[in-house]
């Protein structure tokens, strides 16, 4: 048991003795540490000229902080050179794609003010057809914007670095989106001339246009007689029998009939606001009477009955119990209208 208890003591005492040593060692380090640090060294500069020698007197320790400061400034040097290097790669990488979106923006502004300036020839042809129409121009005061469009083309300051451009396509959008109700109301003038047209005898009446005036309206000789008369319509001809005729307007067929001494087979339709068509020297008819019909419906084929030295068609307009020019109504329409629906 003592033997046990000196040797722990001799662990002890021999466990203190190196502890000290250690303190001891570490003191002693740093003693001579810190009289390095402050140990002055005298730095002579010594010029070539006979001047005045200077001693610079400076400690370990501020070499040693000069020496920290230098690498750290390097240090800080060289990651900035290596960010303004990757800088430059990219943008010389970029370039050519800034050059391409450079060239797109300057071809999308020439694209912009040739819209612009076509913008100003559809605003002159808009307001003065639905000025004719008795229809009211569109306002461009949308988007705070004064005047017509010529104002779009002003130069102007634009905050934000919006581009001008911009500007302007935004201003020409409220311009047109202001011209909506306009156009649905030079539509509905337009519906309603369609509608009017399509009850008035204002088409050719031969089926595709064919075909020309052999006689017209007015005082001619009499085919058979050859004595002047009043000729009440008109006569077309193709040169041949069976073509087909057509309705000049909406209405209903009032009588279907034949003369043998005079018109032949005929039809006689009525229609709106008082006007009657007749068509006769028919070969045949496609229509019976009481039937509606609509513009451009085919009633009959050209023949060369009645009172007829050839195939055509006699075609008479009356308005009430006065008979007129069929010519002056058949050339409502602009000639592609004459084939009818």
């Given at each position: 048991m003592d033997k046990y208890k000196r040797l722990e003591n001799s662990l002890v005492l021999g466990v203190k003795t190196v502890g000290w040593a250690v303190v001891e060692g570490?003191?002693?380090l740093l003693k001579t540490t810190g009289k390095a640090l402050v140990q002055r060294y005298t730095v002579v500069v010594v010029p070539h000229s006979e001047k005045k020698v200077y001693n610079l007197q400076i400690t370990f320790f501020s070499i040693i902080c000069f020496v920290l400061i230098f690498i750290g400034m390097a240090g800080v040097f060289f990651f900035?050179?290596?960010s303004l290097s990757g800088t430059s790669r990219g943008l010389t990488y970029n370039e050519p794609r800034l050059s391409d979106a450079q060239a797109s923006l300057d071809e999308l502004r020439d694209e912009?003010?040739?819209l612009l300036r076509q913008s100003?020839?559809?605003?002159?042809?808009?307001?003065?057809t639905l000025s004719t129409l008795g229809a009211d121009a569109p306002s461009d005061n949308a988007g705070a914007v004064a005047g017509d469009l010529s104002s779009l083309f002003n130069i102007r300051e634009v905050p934000n670095g919006t581009l001008q451009e911009v500007t302007e396509v935004q201003h020409l959008a409220a311009y047109l989106s202001a011209?909506?109700?306009?156009l649905q109301e030079l539509r509905?003038?337009?519906?309603?001339?369609n509608a009017l047209l399509s009850e008035i005898p204002s088409i050719w009446p031969i089926k595709g246009g064919i075909g020309h005036i052999s006689t017209f309206f007015g005082q001619t000789i009499h085919p058979f007689t050859g004595q002047y008369y009043i000729h009440k319509g008109i006569d077309l001809s193709t040169y041949r029998q069976g073509d087909p005729i057509v309705a000049t307007a909406d209405g209903q067929v009032a009588t279907i009939d034949s003369e043998p001494g005079g018109f032949g087979n005929y039809i006689i339709i009525r229609h709106k606001h008082g006007f009657y068509t007749r068509y006769a020297h028919l070969l045949s008819f496609r229509v019976t009477t009481g039937q509606r019909v609509q513009q451009g419906e085919i009633i009959g084929y050209i023949g060369n009955t009645g009172l007829s030295t050839g195939p055509h068609l006699h075609y008479e307009v009356h308005i009430g119990s006065d008979v007129v020019d069929p010519f002056k109504f058949i050339t409502i329409r602009s000639n592609n209208s004459r084939n009818g629906r």
């Open positions: 570490i003191l002693k900035y050179g290596l912009i003010a040739l100003r020839g559809f605003q002159a042809t808009l307001s003065n011209a909506v109700e306009p509905t003038i337009l519906d309603s001339q």
